[in-house]
């Protein structure tokens, strides 16, 4: 059925009566409807109402895309509020209480936040 088709290849020159690429046209024109309306089906009710009308799959994955652009600074802090204020509280092990720590640290890691060993 070839749905992701129009995720992996950009779109064709229009056809003319002299193409020859308009089985390619015609595929790729089938992924971008079938891909639109798998899309547009299997998302909540309340995220379609915030993305515009596209045409494209593509156009419409980037409009969604946009609206779940998360802060890093944002991201940074909270990571940073619950690591400082993480507590054993001998529920679970020490092991699984040192294992989400350095969950915490490997996240704020890949945020390009430096935590330096004195912290932990």
């Avoid at 749905?3 to 390619?24: F, G, N, R, Y």
């Avoid at 639109?36 to 993305?51: D, E, H, P, Q, T």
């Avoid at 993480?86 to 935590?115: F, P, S």
Wanted: glycine letters at 4%; proline letters at 2%.
């Amino acid at each position: 059925m070839n749905l992701d088709l129009v995720l992996h290849i950009c779109e064709p020159d229009a056809i003319t009566e002299l193409s020859t690429q308009k089985v390619h046209f015609e595929n790729w024109e089938c992924s971008n409807g079938l891909s639109l309306m798998l899309v547009k089906a299997n998302i909540f009710k309340s995220i379609k109402g915030s993305i515009p009308e596209c045409t494209k799959a593509t156009d419409y994955l980037t409009a969604m895309d946009g609206q779940f652009i998360k802060s890093g600074k944002q991201m940074a802090s909270t990571l940073m509020e619950k690591l400082s204020s993480m507590k054993h509280h001998g529920l679970k092990g020490v092991r699984d209480h040192i294992m989400r720590m350095r969950d915490l640290v490997t996240q704020l890691k890949e945020l390009e936040i430096d935590i330096s060993e004195s912290f932990l």
